[in-house]
């Protein structure tokens, strides 16, 4: 049996509905979707594209499994001919994407699909399923990166990130977007990111003691124990960590590496433990806080100065609760060559295969971006890339060490005012005068079509 | 390989570092843990508990793979005395928890493990995301159900719904809360769930013309079309569905379902569209609706009367909008027959293995729930009940009929004020006596110890 996130089945069942529609009426000729992003959440500036990687795997891989034709044949809504045309249904089409990593704004396609629509419609699903997270969870992960101005982030989201596939994937979008490590322990296999991890209160409960906890866990990892100072009385374990702390290094030549709080006023308690740590002469022993964080709480706690030299930011990334999901649509723009859009209340898109072009001040710095269509002649660097072609990608990805880089290098390329955490003027993204026009060519088609199709139908019923 | 939702190493690191110490100081007696919400979000008057069979399958199933201890040798932080000890790591634990379906307060557990330390310890992370995830969207969900007062429930999440597993647990929390089907097609080959599915807005434009695409798909679709009719104008398409309805009857002896609108103002809109198909002699098609909607939408558009028969929801139910993540945790609440609890600032819980006994008046309504240990004589139904032992399931688990029945009862027996949308008072939990005063002796009993605990310390350290 095939993973269930690796099953066709794992999609709307109306994307098998309109292949059975199609089929019965043999359209299949060459659609183009495009994903992108209607418009940025509340308070959001910019976004971190993400997903790629396991979108390509997903594409690469899509078939129908014995498992899943024969649930179709079971359900009995399915023509036996289309369920058949399913056992070599394949992705054999084209993918031109942004590379993960790249800042995107609002209208801005991160994807284009060009395939046969029945493949170009089927992986709608999915394909927004995995895109649609990463980005949240880069988007949100990247703020914190500004917020800690260089201070250690570790993602300790997992027991909350919605599901198994929220755990790993949010490990990744994180470490993507600028985070040191995760603890989920899986992320280091799977994606090849640092792990970290320390104990829970549960550790220091079950033993008779507070110092009998820290000494266990000390002399456990050598050099590489961070001891959990909150369970009872902070600043009290803090006191007890100094003479710990010199009698581990006297008697084993071991040293505590840091200590970490975990609730209460995190900025008063990291100063009062700093100072006790300090004046015990245990100046190397760090501070790390967690409990709660997100952007905001990191940037108070760096802006007031607090003793801290890492964070843990669990739940409030890994489900971005303040914004736990964008208003992303993947559309059809172009069917046999016609360019399409629609046009309902709020939910319009541009026409036809597009393109993003980026221009850049001599600075380096970002100046606009304009959206034209994909065949336009305009400056600029065109943020679409090829990526897979029939069905095949044409390179290997990159590592996610060069996406870090691109993420750093973005974000130090915004306006400064981008970089903010609150909303800000939004940046340039103009659009081309050609798009423009053939968006409204394009509506004028329709309604002519529109009228002569109800003209067709009165008639019919007169 | 075994899939990756089902890796040992889908976990925090730290439980696996606080299980090499355990395993170093040999410290493996029964521990009690309790799952429970610390308070509830804002706006919300109760929890419908889900997740428990996933749970259940996660528990008999844990074991290190040889993948999992190849990286545990790798990763050079690890004994290999322990690692080799996880060869043979299973649960063989007790579980005791509250049906699914139950609703549930704060402060309450809705699972007890009683298991060796490292066991107990060690199933952390995976547990509480399994049951944090279905929890948050049964909870929401309940309340569209509430909202939606017999109106038919759709869940269209499946595309914004953070990563694969999300998509398809969240079908079934929705289902079990009681949406009446998903659209995510896997569901119904997984779970049994009722699937549904109608046409995308790309269906529409990539035909000739609406009325060629809505003739295709009730083509296809015999007596179980459902048209899709805001691409363009909602009302063009609702007055060209008259005649082609009529067409399909006379010619085909076909059916149209109902309409979905997806955009604009939906009870405006739905008021319109019901005019038109009435007065056209189709008043057996049904209007659905979907688009943003949440709780608060659909009981907007039922207190204005909106003729709407059934409402398809996504994301917001899918990621929990407005609350995507609950305060819960799991804890240690007794190790080696001693009751035990942190007092961390705003974390504080009570000590020792609890029961929940809920009380219920004459006529069925519920009264109030006692918290009281779990040897304690008082009166009530415990709502935990015993699940597994030594690691077996000791029944099959309820049909998802069955948790459905639950819930719709209990939702019935609250008291009206808490099925309102807003918060309200709360419901009255009450601490027993006994739990009461074994907190203060936990407590005594710590900070005895701490102050032994200093004093040898500090005269270690002179």
């Known amino acids: 049996m095939q993973r269930y996130s690796e099953r066709a089945l794992l999609t709307d069942l109306y994307e098998v509905t309109m292949l059975q529609a199609y089929y019965l009426r043999r359209m299949n000729q060459t659609a183009v979707f495009e994903l992108f992003v209607r418009?940025?959440?509340?308070?959001?500036?910019?976004?971190?594209?993400?997903g790629l990687a396991q979108l390509i795997d997903y594409l690469e891989s899509?078939?129908?499994?014995?498992?899943?034709?024969?649930?179709?044949?079971e359900c009995g809504r399915f023509d036996p001919g289309f369920i058949a045309s399913l056992n070599d249904f394949r992705f054999t089409g084209d993918l031109d994407a942004v590379p993960e990593g790249t800042v995107m704004f609002a209208d801005e396609p991160v994807l284009r699909i060009r395939a046969p629509l029945r493949e170009a419609q089927f992986i709608e699903s999915r394909l927004v399923n995995l895109i649609h997270y990463q980005t949240v969870v880069a988007s949100k992960?990247?703020?914190?990166?500004?917020?800690?101005?260089?201070?250690?982030?570790?993602?300790?989201?997992?027991?909350?990130?919605?599901?198994?596939?929220?755990?790993?994937?949010?490990?990744?979008?994180s470490y993507l977007a600028g985070f040191d490590s995760t603890a989920t322990a899986l992320a280091a296999?799977?994606?090849?990111?640092?792990?970290?991890?320390?104990?829970?209160?549960?550790?220091?409960?079950?033993?008779?003691?507070?110092?009998?906890?820290?000494a266990a866990?000390?002399?456990?990892?050598?050099?590489?124990?961070?001891?959990?100072?909150?369970?009872?009385?902070?600043?009290?374990?803090?006191?007890?960590v100094v003479p710990l702390a010199h009698w581990l290094w006297e008697e084993e030549r071991t040293r505590i590496k840091a200590v970490r709080i975990d609730s209460g006023d995190l900025g008063a308690l990291a100063s009062a433990v700093r100072g006790i740590l300090d004046a015990g002469g245990c100046p190397d022993i760090g501070i790390f806080?967690?409990?709660?964080?997100?952007?905001?709480?990191?940037?108070?706690?760096?802006?007031?100065?607090?003793?801290?030299?890492?964070?843990?930011?669990?739940?409030r990334m890994n489900t971005s609760?303040?914004?736990?999901?964008?208003?992303?649509?993947?559309?059809?723009?172009?069917?046999?060559?016609?360019?399409?859009r629609k046009r309902s209340a709020g939910k319009a898109f541009w026409p036809g295969a597009k393109q993003v072009l980026r221009r850049a001040r001599s600075d380096g710095g970002l100046q606009e971006d304009v959206l034209a269509l994909a065949d336009e002649d305009q400056p600029g660097d065109g943020l679409l890339q090829p990526v897979m072609r029939a069905g095949k990608p044409l390179a290997a990805g990159p590592a996610l060490s060069g996406?870090?880089?691109?993420?750093?290098?973005?974000?130090?390329?915004?306006?400064?005012?981008?970089?903010?955490?609150?909303?800000?003027?939004?940046?340039?993204?103009?659009?081309?005068?050609k798009l423009q026009r053939l968006a409204g060519e394009v509506d004028a088609a329709q309604e002519r079509q529109a009228a002569m199709d109800q003209a067709r139908w009165e008639q019919d019923a007169e």
């Not at 866990?217 to 600043?235: E, G, K, R, W």
């Not at 306006?415 to 993204?429: C, E, M, N, W």
């Open 39 to 50: 418009r940025l959440p509340d308070g959001r500036n910019f976004l971190v594209a993400a």
């Open 62 to 73: 899509l078939r129908f499994g014995e498992d899943d034709l024969a649930w179709l044949r």
């Open 141 to 173: 992960a990247a703020r914190c990166v500004i917020a800690a101005q260089g201070r250690t982030l570790v993602d300790f989201g997992l027991r909350r990130a919605h599901g198994a596939e929220a755990g790993l994937l949010s490990a990744r979008a």
């Open 189 to 214: 296999p799977l994606f090849g990111i640092p792990v970290a991890g320390t104990m829970a209160h549960s550790f220091v409960q079950a033993h008779a003691s507070e110092a009998d906890a820290y």
């Open 217 to 240: 866990f000390a002399q456990a990892f050598p050099d590489n124990a961070t001891l959990l100072i909150d369970t009872y009385d902070t600043i009290a374990a803090a006191r007890m």
């Open 289 to 315: 806080a967690s409990g709660n964080l997100d952007e905001f709480a990191i940037a108070a706690l760096v802006a007031q100065g607090a003793p801290i030299d890492g964070f843990g930011v669990g739940t």
């Open 321 to 340: 609760s303040d914004a736990p999901y964008l208003d992303c649509a993947y559309k059809l723009v172009e069917y046999d060559h016609r360019p399409l």
């Open 403 to 433: 996406i870090r880089a691109r993420v750093r290098a973005q974000i130090a390329a915004l306006p400064p005012a981008l970089r903010l955490l609150k909303a800000t003027q939004p940046y340039p993204v103009r659009v081309s005068e």
